[in-house]
Nanobody
Framework: QVQLVESGGGSVQSGGSLRLSCAVS????????MAWFRQAPGKEREGVAA???????TYADSVKVRFTISQDNAKNTLYLQMNSLKPEDTAMYYC???????????????????????WGQGTQVTVSS
């Protein structure tokens, strides 16, 4: 059974940094996409960053330069380093995974939530001004 468990959220002042982690267990596919999404109250879910099993990354324009997605295959862990945080980054952050790499790349939907089969329960990030 695939499990994704996020951690590392918290409260930080504007301009601060946080690193989110997503521990993955039970995932047996050698090729995959993993991504971070976020959802603020009253807003739609937004794709933040994605990485494939070869290490290629995709970022939403709103977080480019400020956020970095990475993975440690030895630890089965996905990370999201968030720098220069802004109040508008406040949201619940979720990690997600899917094995349909060819389909995702062909359609260019790395940051579309509907394509991901596996999701974590989320970790809250709050940025105060």
């Amino acid at each position: 059974q695939v499990q994704l468990v996020e951690s590392g959220g918290g409260s930080v002042q504007s301009g601060g940094s946080l690193r989110l982690s997503c521990a993955v267990s039970g995932y047996r596919y050698s090729r995959y996409y993993m991504a971070w999404f976020r959802q603020a109250p009253g807003k739609e879910r937004e794709g933040v960053a994605a990485i494939d099993s070869d290490g290629s990354t995709t970022y939403a324009d709103s977080v480019k330069v400020r956020f970095t997605i990475s993975q440690d295959n030895a630890k089965n862990t996905l990370y999201l380093q968030m720098n220069s945080l802004k109040p508008e980054d406040t949201a619940m952050y979720y990690c997600a995974a899917d094995h349909r790499v060819t389909t995702i790349q062909a359609l260019g939907v790395m940051l579309q939530g509907w394509v991901y089969d596996y999701w974590g329960q989320g970790t809250q990030v709050t940025v105060s001004s």
